[in-house]
Antibody
Framework: QVQLQQSGAELMKPGASVKISCKAT????????IEWVKQRPGHGLEWIGE????????NYNEKFKGKATFTADTSSNTAYMQLSSLTSEDSAVYYCARRHYGYSFAYWGQGTLVTVSA | QIVLTQSPAIMSASPGEKVTMTCSASSSVSYMHWYQQKSGTSPKRWIY???KLASGVPARFSGSGSGTSYSLTISSMEAEDAATYYC?????????FGSGTKLEIK
C-alpha cells in the first residue's frame, strides 16, 4: 500500500534553512508527482508545489518561489523540501502528499512540524 | 487564484441529525474534493471528484454541486464524524483549499 513517511520535527533559528524528507513506499516513486502542503493554525492548508521524481520537473506556487526548493532521490525513493531564510511565518506543519488519478490528494504523510524560534 | 469559502466555519449536530456544509468558489470549478481532518492527524481524502466517496468512507456521506457551489452532506450524524472538513479545487493553478468547517457533536 502507498505510504509516505516524513522526517521528524525541527526547531530552527530565524534565518536558517531546513530540509524535510518524505520517503515513499508501495508504488513506483518516479512516476507520480509528490505534492507539498503547508498548514498553519488560522491559515488553513496551502499548496506549496510539486515534484515529479523521475524527471525532476517541479511546479511552485508563486507565493513560495524562493522559499521552497524540491528535490528527489529515486535511489532511496525519497523526496525533499528545503525551506530557506526561515521566519516565524514558516512555523507550520508541512505535509507531503500524492495524487491518485485526477487532482485530489489521495495519500498523505504524517506531517513534519517546523518551529522557527530564536 | 480561486478562493474557496466554506460555511459555516463551526457547527454542531446531534447524533442522527442531517448535516450540510457548503463550499463556494470565486470562479467556476469542474470538481470539488473534500478532506476530513481530526486533531493531530493528517487530512484524509474523503470525497473526490465532487461526489465519489474515498475508500472506507461511510455511505451516510455524500457530495454534490457544480460551478461555484458545492456541498458535503451527512445523512445521519455520528460521533465519529466530528472533525474539520476542507474543500479543495484544482481546476486552475494553484490548487487551493477552503478554510474549513469544524463539525462538533452535541
Amino acid at each position: 500500500q502507498v505510504q509516505l513517511q516524513q522526517s521528524g520535527a525541527e526547531l530552527m533559528k530565524p534565518g536558517a534553512s531546513v530540509k524535510i524528507s518524505c520517503k515513499a513506499t508501495g508504488y513506483t516513486f518516479s512516476s507520480y508527482w509528490i505534492e507539498w502542503v503547508k498548514q498553519r493554525p488560522g491559515h488553513g492548508l496551502e499548496w506549496i508545489g510539486e515534484i515529479l521524481p523521475g524527471s525532476g520537473s517541479t511546479n511552485y506556487n508563486e507565493k513560495f518561489k524562493g522559499k521552497a526548493t524540491f528535490t528527489a532521490d529515486t535511489s532511496s525513493n525519497t523526496a525533499y523540501m528545503q525551506l530557506s531564510s526561515l521566519t516565524s511565518e514558516d512555523s507550520a506543519v508541512y505535509y507531503c502528499a500524492r495524487r491518485h488519478y485526477g487532482y485530489s490528494f489521495a495519500y498523505w504523510g504524517q506531517g513534519t512540524l517546523v518551529t522557527v524560534s530564536a | 487564484q480561486i478562493v474557496l469559502t466554506q460555511s459555516p466555519a463551526i457547527m454542531s449536530a446531534s447524533p442522527g441529525e442531517k448535516v450540510t456544509m457548503t463550499c463556494s468558489a470565486s470562479s467556476s470549478v469542474s470538481y470539488m474534493h473534500w478532506y476530513q481532518q481530526k486533531s493531530g492527524t493528517s487530512p484524509k481524502r474523503w470525497i473526490y471528484d465532487t461526489s465519489k466517496l474515498a475508500s472506507g468512507v461511510p455511505a451516510r456521506f455524500s457530495g454534490s454541486g457544480s460551478g461555484t457551489s458545492y456541498s458535503l452532506t451527512i445523512s445521519s450524524m455520528e460521533a465519529e464524524d466530528a472533525a474539520t472538513y476542507y474543500c479543495q479545487q484544482w481546476s486552475s493553478n494553484p490548487p487551493t483549499f477552503g478554510s474549513g468547517t469544524k463539525l462538533e457533536i452535541k
